[in-house]
């Protein structure tokens, strides 16, 4: 009976907790002695008179693990305790997480209850390229320039190209409010916090939100809580994949996930590379984008917005995200200041799976469009200039006779337009 006595004291008893300490603070980064720590791990620096701030592990020097803060860092000093939780970040994830405004910790941080769903995973792997079913389905976005001339698939990932001030996170919130899919998911990284209430409002409204999930991390947050941001907002729309249901992912911006990124590689010891990214941006990149698009049952279309300094499609972040996605939606700000919104310019446009899921009669269409707006393009300054005669060129005549109404159909106002009715304005431009 002793014996029995003592394992039930055992497995009673709690285990010794293993605490380690603060040991420097340097920039953005906290150097803290936790033996037995990972990386990844999410550990709680004990703050004094403060509450705990989490922290993650994302690097080591030496014996001392390096430590970037998930919030305020105020009130941390020297010797404060940091106790490992175990595991990495986690989030709840349920049917209660449709119509919440969440912070970068998967946290409410409108005024609905707290949520109540099981555990999910932040980090978590790409399906596996054998196990991801083929886009032949068409989402319909509501936008005439897209569903026309660069249709998108359920399950596709495309870029939203634009600089500032063009008009990319209004159509992102248009898109976002009339697309044609089961669950909403919306990442706002980095954004200004004037814009959140705006997007939730005006661009969302009551009906969208009410099938939306929205993940904000404000300019003003740490770096390591943009970055963790997105893959909150990410690990949301794989919980409703995984349920079967087709779901719309936007993220607004992967620029700024990758600055913050930055900031978190610098702070950790990295050397800068390319124009000041460390090599881990770019591998974090096609990570965090790969983990959208089709799986062995249901799918997320993932839209992504890219911020091009002065229209340059070739920076590093615009390159290497043009390159993992499957197409990408250009803005132009000269399109814009002529008063056509959408200001997306059609000839600089690609859809990757456009011809999967379009007829033939469809994509005729399109490329004579492409083709009547590319000549004339080619030739406007000419015919502004009043130095082009009718009859010298057979294609630009016609290009001239149908630009009125290529405009017309580029251009839209704050209503959807029904696929059918696309459809049969852009066989009309032939």
């Not at 907790?17 to 620096?45: H, K, N, S, Y």
């Not at 769903?117 to 790409?126: D, I, N, Y």
């Not at 909150?232 to 993220?251: D, K």
């Not at 859809?351 to 379009?358: C, E, H, L, P, T």
């Given at each position: 009976?002793?014996?029995?006595?003592?394992l039930?004291?055992?497995?009673?008893?709690?285990?010794?907790?293993?605490?380690?300490?603060?040991?420097?603070?340097?920039?953005?980064?906290?150097?803290?002695a936790?033996?037995?720590?990972?990386i990844?791990?999410?550990?709680?620096?004990?703050?004094?008179?403060?509450?705990?701030?989490?922290?993650?592990?994302?690097?080591?020097d030496?014996?001392?693990?390096?430590?970037?803060?998930?919030?305020?860092?105020?009130?941390?000093?020297a010797?404060?305790?940091?106790?490992?939780?175990g595991?990495?970040?986690?989030?709840?994830?349920?049917?209660?997480?449709?119509?919440?405004?969440?912070?970068?910790?998967?946290?409410?941080?409108?005024d609905?209850?707290?949520?109540?769903?099981?555990?999910?995973?932040?980090?978590?792997?790409?399906?596996?390229?054998?196990?991801?079913?083929?886009i032949?389905?068409?989402?319909?976005?509501?936008?005439?320039a897209?569903?026309?001339?660069?249709?998108?698939?359920?399950?596709?990932?495309?870029?939203?190209?634009?600089?500032?001030?063009?008009?990319?996170s209004?159509?992102?919130?248009r898109?976002?409010?009339?697309?044609?899919?089961?669950?909403?998911?919306?990442?706002?990284?980095?954004?200004?916090?004037?814009?959140?209430?705006?997007?939730?409002?005006?661009?969302?409204?009551?009906?969208g939100?009410?099938?939306?999930?929205?993940?904000?991390?404000?300019?003003?947050?740490?770096?390591?809580?943009?970055?963790?941001?997105a893959?909150?907002?990410?690990?949301?729309a794989?919980?409703?994949?995984?349920?079967?249901?087709?779901?719309?992912f936007?993220?607004?911006?992967?620029?700024?996930?990758?600055?913050?990124?930055?900031?978190?590689g610098?702070?950790?010891?990295?050397?800068?590379?390319?124009?000041?990214?460390?090599?881990?941006?770019?591998?974090?990149?096609?990570?965090?984008?790969?983990?959208?698009?089709?799986?062995?049952?249901?799918?997320?279309?993932?839209?992504?917005?890219?911020?091009?300094?002065?229209?340059?499609l070739?920076?590093?972040?615009?390159?290497?995200?043009?390159?993992?996605?499957?197409?990408?939606?250009?803005?132009?700000?000269?399109?814009?200041?002529?008063?056509?919104?959408?200001?997306?310019?059609?000839?600089r446009?690609?859809?990757?799976?456009?011809?999967?899921?379009?007829?033939?009669?469809?994509?005729?269409?399109?490329?004579?469009?492409r083709?009547?707006?590319?000549?004339?393009?080619?030739?406007?300054?000419?015919?502004?200039?009043?130095?082009?005669?009718?009859?010298?060129?057979?294609?630009?005549?016609?290009?001239?006779?149908?630009?009125?109404?290529?405009?017309a159909?580029?251009?839209?106002?704050?209503?959807?337009?029904?696929?059918?009715?696309?459809?049969?304005?852009?066989?009309?431009?032939?």
């Amino acid at each position: 009976m002793s014996l029995e006595r003592a394992l039930a004291a055992i497995a009673e008893a709690e285990p010794l907790a293993v605490t380690g300490r603060v040991r420097a603070i340097v920039g953005l980064a906290i150097r803290a002695a936790i033996p037995g720590a990972r990386i990844g791990e999410v550990v709680e620096i004990e703050r004094r008179g403060g509450a705990p701030l989490l922290a993650e592990v994302v690097g080591f020097d030496l014996d001392d693990a390096t430590l970037l803060p998930l919030g305020d860092a105020r009130g941390v000093g020297a010797d404060d305790p940091v106790r490992p939780t175990g595991r990495p970040l986690a989030i709840r994830a349920g049917d209660d997480l449709l119509g919440r405004v969440l912070d970068g910790l998967g946290e409410p941080i409108d005024d609905g209850p707290p949520l109540a769903g099981a555990l999910w995973p932040v980090m978590r792997p790409a399906p596996p390229p054998l196990a991801r079913a083929r886009i032949t389905r068409p989402l319909v976005t509501g936008v005439r320039a897209i569903d026309g001339l660069t249709t998108l698939g359920e399950g596709q990932r495309v870029g939203l190209f634009a600089g500032s001030g063009v008009g990319k996170s209004t159509l992102l919130g248009r898109i976002a409010r009339h697309a044609d899919a089961d669950v909403v998911v919306v990442g706002l990284i980095g954004e200004r916090g004037r814009e959140v209430r705006e997007f939730l409002e005006d661009c969302l409204g009551p009906e969208g939100l009410a099938r939306a999930v929205v993940v904000v991390a404000t300019s003003d947050a740490p770096a390591l809580l943009r970055v963790r941001s997105a893959w909150v907002a990410t690990a949301i729309a794989e919980h409703f994949r995984e349920r079967g249901q087709r779901v719309l992912f936007v993220m607004d911006s992967v620029t700024r996930f990758a600055r913050a990124a930055r900031e978190v590689g610098l702070a950790a010891g990295e050397p800068p590379a390319r124009r000041g990214f460390p090599p881990s941006v770019f591998a974090a990149l096609p990570r965090l984008l790969e983990r959208t698009g089709t799986a062995d049952c249901g799918s997320i279309t993932g839209i992504y917005t890219v911020l091009v300094e002065g229209g340059d499609l070739d920076e590093p972040v615009a390159d290497e995200t043009r390159g993992i996605l499957d197409g990408h939606v250009v803005l132009d700000r000269e399109l814009a200041a002529r008063g056509r919104w959408p200001a997306i310019d059609p000839l600089r446009s690609l859809s990757r799976v456009m011809d999967q899921v379009v007829d033939g009669a469809q994509l005729d269409a399109a490329r004579a469009l492409r083709a009547h707006l590319a000549i004339y393009e080619a030739k406007r300054d000419l015919v502004l200039l009043g130095a082009y005669e009718r009859g010298q060129d057979r294609r630009l005549d016609a290009a001239l006779a149908r630009i009125d109404a290529i405009e017309a159909f580029l251009g839209q106002d704050a209503h959807p337009s029904r696929i059918e009715d696309t459809r049969a304005a852009l066989a009309a431009l032939r």
